[in-house]
Structures are given as structure tokens and as C-alpha cells.
């Protein structure tokens, strides 16, 4: 996994960010450590990590706290993350099967991040700001897969 942003600056929302102590599911406090230790969030009354959905925090920290999971904890820890994201972050409201989703990946990547203040994203003028790499679908005639 790559850890390091495309260009500075860029933030992603508290919704996303939550996904870290979501897919660490019991341990939430070593989740929340490496939160705080990146200084996303504050440290809440139990000690675990307040996000807050609606906050913008630092993507190059972020993806700290994943490099620091990965080499710690582990890869298995990563991909239970990733599998969390979906729970946790905004997707757009015309996704309504496993097309549409995939298909959406790219636009709900940008939806959960901002670059110099403004979203990434802007569904009602469809435009999208470059920094940050893009998701791609592509499916495959005759089979049900996608590539």
C-alpha cells in the first residue's frame, strides 16, 4: 500500500476517518493511539479517540496512522479498514446496486476529501479537483467481473 499523499494539503472528512476505529473493532484504544499520536481527534472521556463526522483532518496524517497499523499490527487489520470504509464514508445518493457502486468508487473518493478548503467533489456541477489519484471500473464483456 502506497502511504504517502499526491500533493499536500489535501483533508479527508471525519466520517472517513472513523473507518480506522471501526475496523479495529475490539481494540479501539490502540486505533484511537495512533489517531492521537497523528493528532486527528481528540482523546474522549474513555480514552478512545473523538472524530468528528463532520471535521476535515489531515490526509498525510491519515495515511501515517495506516502505514503505522500496517507495519504494527498487520495487513489483516488494513483490509478489515478498508472493508469498513464503506459503512463510514459518504457515497453518492444514485448508487443503488454493485455497478453503480463500483462505478461510484471514484466519485465518493473525492466526495470524502477536500483540497484548499472545498470538497473535491461537487455533485450538483460534477466537478472533480485532481490531487489525489482516481478509482477506475471497467467491466468485462460476457463475465461477471470487472477489472
Known amino acids: 500500500m502506497e502511504y504517502e499523499a499526491f500533493e499536500k494539503g489535501i483533508e479527508v472528512n471525519g466520517q472517513t476517518v472513523w473507518a480506522i476505529v471501526d475496523g479495529f473493532k475490539a481494540f479501539t484504544l490502540l486505533a484511537s ?19 468528528r463526522p463532520d471535521g476535515w483532518y489531515s490526509q ?23 472493508a469498513s470504509i464503506p ?23 473525492h466526495m470524502n476529501h477536500r483540497k484548499g478548503g472545498e470538497d473535491m467533489f461537487d455533485p450538483t456541477a460534477g466537478k472533480m479537483l485532481e490531487g489525489i489519484g482516481h478509482y477506475g471500473y471497467e467491466g468485462v464483456a460476457g463475465k461477471n467481473k470487472i477489472v
Open 33 to 51: 493511539q495512533y489517531l492521537l499520536e497523528e493528532k486527528i481527534g481528540e482523546r474522549g472521556e474513555t480514552g478512545v479517540a473523538v472524530v
Open 60 to 82: 498525510e496524517a491519515w495515511l501515517r496512522v495506516f502505514k503505522k497499523i500496517g507495519t504494527s499490527v498487520g495487513d489483516s487489520v488494513l483490509f478489515q479498514i478498508g
Open 87 to 109: 459503512r463510514n464514508a459518504k457515497f453518492p445518493p444514485w448508487v443503488t446496486d454493485v455497478h453503480s457502486a463500483i462505478k461510484s468508487i471514484d466519485i465518493a473518493y
